[in-house]
T-cell receptor
Framework: NAGVMQNPRHLVRRRGQEARLRCSPMKGHSHVYWYRQLPEEGLKFMVYLQKENIIDESGMPKERFSAEFPKEGPSILRIQQVVRGDSAAYFC?????????????FGPGTRLLVL | AQKITQTQPGMFVQEKEAVTLDCTYDTSDPSYGLFWYKQPSSGEMIFLIYQGSYDQQNATEGRYSLNFQKARKSANLVISASQLGDSAMYFCAMREVPNDYKLSFGAGTTVTVRA
């Protein structure tokens, strides 16, 4: 059973470009979460999605950031017009449900570097 | 207010010895879950252990055990018989209601195991 998959693992963008980060959850998992890790810090929640629905995007910046989890295909975190402050590791996690005991399993992360 | 506090930025431990990583948390919710994750230098997030607030016994998973002191709001991770492969960053995290899908992470503790 493959784990959570993220691609690309590393992404370099120039200021003003767009970044698209992809996440395929574990088989059987319908809940996807995105977190951001700034250098030397812990992970911060960004957004929680189920298929075709954004449940909670309270941790996501209002501008330039968007996320989706379509009926078919991976979840996408999109950052438009990137700035240097967007440089971070972006982690996707998935779970089969949201029961409190249920563990969120993380992907390997995408390291975004904005030049 | 910080929900999870990890006061030890870095620790050294001798191979085969035990090490305790501190974690204190802040919540007014009687029902919550506590997690520990390991992040090796390769960057992925690896789930280690879970403790529910109503669990009567401290959680254990192989060489990992959680010293849960509810009244003190602490959930320290104990790694026994340290191995070189245990060198990594360790994060404590919590989920609470409402929005119990959202993990709040501490800043992490770096553990370096010496031969």
């Amino acid at each position: 059973n493959a784990g959570v998959m993220q691609n690309p693992r590393h992404l370099v963008r120039r200021r003003g470009q767009e970044a698209r980060l992809r996440c395929s959850p574990m088989k059987g998992h319908s809940h996807v979460y995105w977190y951001r890790q700034l250098p030397e810090e812990g992970l911060k929640f960004m957004v929680y999605l189920q298929k075709e629905n954004i449940i909670d995007e309270s941790g996501m910046p209002k501008e330039r950031f968007s996320a989706e989890f379509p009926k078919e295909g991976p979840s996408i975190l999109r950052i438009q017009q990137v700035v240097r402050g967007d440089s971070a590791a972006y982690f996707c996690a998935s779970s089969p449900n949201t029961l409190r005991r249920e563990t969120q399993y993380f992907g390997p992360g995408t390291r975004l570097l904005v030049l | 207010a910080q929900k999870i506090t990890q006061t030890q930025p870095g620790m050294f431990v001798q191979e085969k010895e035990a090490v305790t990583l501190d974690c204190t948390y802040d919540t007014s919710d009687p029902s919550y879950g506590l997690f520990w994750y390991k992040q090796p230098s390769s960057g992925e997030m690896i789930f280690l252990i879970y403790q529910g607030s109503y669990d009567q016994q401290n959680a254990t998973e192989g060489r990992y055990s959680l010293n849960f002191q509810k009244a003190r709001k602490s959930a320290n991770l104990v790694i026994s018989a340290s191995q070189l492969g245990d060198s990594a960053m360790y994060f404590c995290a919590m989920r609470e209601v409402p929005n119990d899908y959202k993990l709040s992470f501490g800043a992490g503790t770096t553990v370096t195991v010496r031969a």
